[in-house]
């Protein structure tokens, strides 16, 4: 026998020895009940859009299914007062009549047939508008000889504790989809950032340019100056043939539950495709359910 044909022999004696060692093991799985999600993010002189969806299983993905909830019942309640039954339409979800007014509570009550059903509530937080803003092009140059640009606001905090904002600086062009992209790093020292795993930022710490988040603790009821720094490269004005976009900023005052989710959605979004990364739940305030419901005043300047 040539050695080819021991070869193939040895390979076909092994499969067979491994095949009769196998051992099929059946795994009985709880049945999976499916939760009602909600979605909605809302901004003061609005009208809500809420988004009613439900969850899906692992094995429900290989089959495509569709998750939006068409035959729920979402009832609208102004400081726990019913006000209106939100009505469905195919573009926009859930909608209604009210328009969302700063300091009221508004929570919605959702139910829909062989689901368990679900609320959520939301104070709307008042308009806290960038009183002031200095851009300074080509402030300093980084640790690879790189110019950076700064950008100085003032915001008046409101004399409430515990307010919480997020900021966002989108480079020139759309806000979603920038000439230049969205994700860059920005740089701050300001003692009042609070990082996505808490931990000490210098001078070169790289900050999620659309996700850089306050809360009032050193600075309640003052105004507030914040300085930031980022890459002269992404800030500079974008022509397009016929006008010129610029790089924007925007202030979101949030709700402590909408602080929490985007942080945890951001923190998620970070550890996604990483094997040494702990797994992170996204936070909701849906109870019963999955989801956020929340209301967020944002105040945009443009950086010229």
């Not at 999600?37 to 299914?65: M, N, W």
């Not at 969302?100 to 679900?118: E, L, R």
């Not at 308009?127 to 640009?149: E, K, L, W």
């Amino acid at each position: 026998m040539n050695r080819l044909a021991h070869l193939i022999c040895t390979l076909l004696a092994a499969s067979i020895f491994f095949t009769s060692c196998e051992k099929s093991i059946d795994v009985n799985l709880p049945p999976y009940s499916r939760l009602l999600t909600v979605s909605s993010l809302a901004e003061p002189d609005q009208q809500f859009q809420v988004y009613v969806g439900h969850t899906a299983s692992i094995q429900d993905k290989r089959f495509s299914p569709t998750l939006l909830v068409t035959d729920a019942t979402v009832k609208l309640l102004v400081n726990d007062v019913f006000t209106e039954n939100l009505t469905f339409d195919s573009g926009i979800g859930y909608s209604g009549t009210t328009t969302i007014q700063a300091g009221q509570k508004y929570t919605v009550q959702v139910s829909a047939p062989s689901y368990t059903a679900v609320s959520a509530s939301a104070v709307a937080p008042a308009a806290v508008p960038i009183s002031s803003i200095v851009y300074t092009p080509q402030a300093r140059i980084d640790g690879s000889g790189n110019q950076q640009d700064a950008v100085t606001i003032r915001f008046a905090d409101p004399p409430t504790a515990k307010d919480y904002y997020i900021l966002k600086l989108f480079g020139p062009g759309d806000q979603n989809n920038g000439f230049y992209g969205n994700n860059f790093c920005i740089y701050s020292v300001d003692a009042s950032i609070e990082t996505l795993s808490s931990e000490i930022i210098d001078a070169n710490t790289c900050l999620d340019n659309t996700g850089i988040f306050l809360r009032d603790e050193l600075f309640n009821g003052k105004e507030k100056e914040l300085k930031i720094y980022a890459s002269s490269f992404n800030m500079q004005p974008f022509f397009n043939g016929i006008d010129s976009s610029y790089a924007t900023i925007q202030l979101l005052h949030v709700t402590e539950d909408y602080f929490k989710h985007y942080k945890s959605y951001k923190l998620a979004a970070d550890a996604n495709g990483n094997p040494f990364a702990e797994p992170v739940n996204v936070y909701g305030n849906v109870q019963n359910g999955v989801g956020m419901f929340s209301i967020v005043s944002t105040s945009t300047v443009t950086i010229k």
